[in-house]
């Protein structure tokens, strides 16, 4: 209401009194000189309370931080967002949410808690008479013994040594060799030296045999492709994997021997397979059979007699000069018989299904149970350097051209699958990721309850992505969108100025990542190759809260 100099609204009344001196107005009359002057008083004493107490909320607000244990890992501050604003407000799909951080999906918040956490927990030197810098690692393959609770790494250091070492941790994941030494009086940690390929080119572990198969790219007649068996411990002081004390042999026998046939890598089989490992060559693939018979895996062969020889014609595969641009239809079969640099079991059916990437942007999708022209492929937006099966029906594609995409494989269309015209439409990109040109370079995939207990990931996508890039870094992806998640300990290497880049490289990369969870280990720990060193980085324990 209106307020007029000289009068008093009486708001029962609804009505204006002219303020009167004490003398003239009725007893107890408020708009009586003494009772307007002290009601107002009162008010504006009111009015000063007020204003000191937003002042006061005010200055308190500026000295109160929120604590990073609220972002860092998001899962706490989404549960609390959610217990604070609803179930709207809590971990909901992943975007900016002014004044309170980011907004994340249950699946991703438990990526993202994992990747938050990683902390280096020391290095294994499978070289300590070389300085780390002289060199990389250029094959990684870490696995566990559960019966002694060690863990065991094979490495090459620039495609010539490969040595074997046990790796000991303590209870919070360090690796910790003199408390290993004390708890395992009988096992010997010094570093192994293995007999090996000049070249070598991957190392993969194939459990069911107990064998580590080794590839090697130096062009030979017979495929460079062999295994390690070390031999079981069986006295309860022995671990359960005793290195170097083994059988080996260095090269498998083909029944059609072939010229310069390059090794590029390897993958072993799951248990249920028919065959022990799949390889990759400049020539097609290669199937290790339980015989130990390495047999081609695509069918067209050819008999050459070599100029000049006296020596038995050779068989070898019969391959047609594919060009890698231009029009042509490249069907899932030509690309099964060019170069291959990467392959993967699918996990839908790992003893039938081969995914196989390389030199051509076409990734055949190999099923051993039809004829080659019944394969299917897909088609990636650069060449493929490194393929992983993911779930039972994706395929994690990345090549240079900075090229990394989640596939699906039911979303393929029949009609044009088996020689894909146009790029495959992923159903998630990988927007940072940064490979202008390596073929050599690191990923590793882990997925489902590895990354986070619960987290519910059959059919969600749940999962993370470890990626060398073309700078000397290493970077962690969700696999639900593609998105980089902040790991702090992570996005500090940098091997940029590694002299194993290559020759006429700019920077050095990062060769070799691998997923791997040590015995006793409840979550998976990533085990990179910084130069000469194989480092450990895992989540945080509960002793450091």
């Known amino acids: ?83 604070l604003f609803g179930a709207s407000h809590g971990l909901a799909r992943r975007r900016e949410c002014p004044g309170r951080g980011e907004r994340v999906d249950v699946p991703g918040a438990a990526a993202m808690m994992w990747a938050g956490g990683l902390k280096m927990r020391g290095s294994v030197r499978l070289w300590p008479e070389v300085s780390e810098n002289k060199g990389a690692v250029s094959a990684l393959w870490v696995g566990g013994d559960g ?11 620039n495609d010539k040594v490969v040595r074997s070492s046990y790796i000991a941790t303590d209870r919070n994941g360090e690796i910790n060799t003199h408390l290993a030494m004390a708890e395992h009086p009988g096992v010997v940690f010094d570093t192994v030296q293995e007999p090996c390929f000049p070249q070598v080119s991957s190392l993969s572990y194939h459990a069911s045999s107990g064998r580590m198969f080794m590839t ?76 130990d018979l390495v047999h081609w895996l695509t069918a067209g062969w050819k008999r050459r007699k070599c100029k000049g020889s006296s020596h038995k014609p050779l068989e070898e595969p019969e391959v047609e000069e594919v060009e890698t641009t231009g029009s042509e239809d490249i069907t899932a079969a030509k690309a099964a018989q060019g170069e291959i640099l990467a392959l993967d079991f699918l ?34 937006t650069s060449s493929v350097a490194n393929l992983r099966a993911v779930g039972g029906y994706q395929v994690l594609a990345a090549g240079p051209k900075n090229a990394m995409a989640l596939y699906d494989l ?3 269309r029949k009609e044009e699958d088996k020689a894909p015209k146009a790029e495959t439409v992923p159903i998630v990109r990988f927007a940072e990721y940064k490979n202008d040109a390596h073929m050599a370079i690191g990923l590793d995939v882990a997925v489902g309850p590895e990354v986070g207990i619960g987290c519910g990931w059959e059919g969600s996508g749940a999962g993370v992505v470890a990626a060398a890039h073309d700078d000397g870094r290493v970077a962690i992806y969700s696999l639900k969108d593609g998105m980089r998640l902040k790991s702090p300990a992570v996005d500090a290497i940098d091997v940029s100025l590694d002299p194993g880049g290559g020759p006429g490289s700019k920077h050095g990369v990062v060769k070799c990542l691998k997923f791997a969870t040590m015995p006793g280990d409840g979550q998976p720990s990533l085990f990179v190759g910084e130069r000469t060193l194989v480092n450990k980085y895992s989540l945080w324990e509960v002793d450091e809260w």
């Open 216 to 291: 090697s790219r130096q062009p030979t007649m017979y495929p460079g492709i062999g295994f390690l068996k070390p031999r079981k411990g069986e006295g309860p002081t022995e671990p359960g994997w005793i290195l170097g004390d083994l059988g080996y042999s260095l090269y498998g026998t083909t029944e059609r021997p072939s010229r310069n046939c390059v090794v590029n890598t390897c993958v072993a089989a799951p248990a249920n397979a028919r065959l022990a490992c799949a390889a990759g060559t400049n020539m097609g693939i290669l199937r290790w059979m339980d015989n």
């Open 1 to 83: 209401m209106r307020q007029i100099p000289g009068f008093y609204y009486d708001a029962e009344r609804r009505r204006y009194f002219k303020i009167e001196a004490d003398q003239t107005a009725p007893e107890n009359a408020a708009w009586s000189a003494d009772n307007v002057k002290r009601r107002r008083k009162k008010e504006a004493d009111r009015a000063a309370r007020r204003q000191a107490e937003r002042r006061r909320q005010a200055a308190f607000a500026k000295a109160v931080k929120r604590s990073a244990a609220l972002d860092e890992p998001p899962l706490v501050g989404g549960l609390i967002r959610r217990e």
């Open 347 to 380: 996990p839908l059916n790992p003893a039938e299904i081969i995914v196989a990437g390389g030199r051509l942007s076409t990734v055949p999708i190999i099923d051993l149970r039809v004829p080659e022209a019944e394969w299917t492929a897909l088609r990636h």
């Open 147 to 157: 019966k002694s609770g060690l863990g065991v790494v094979y490495a090459a250091r």
């Open 410 to 412: 039911r979303f393929l």
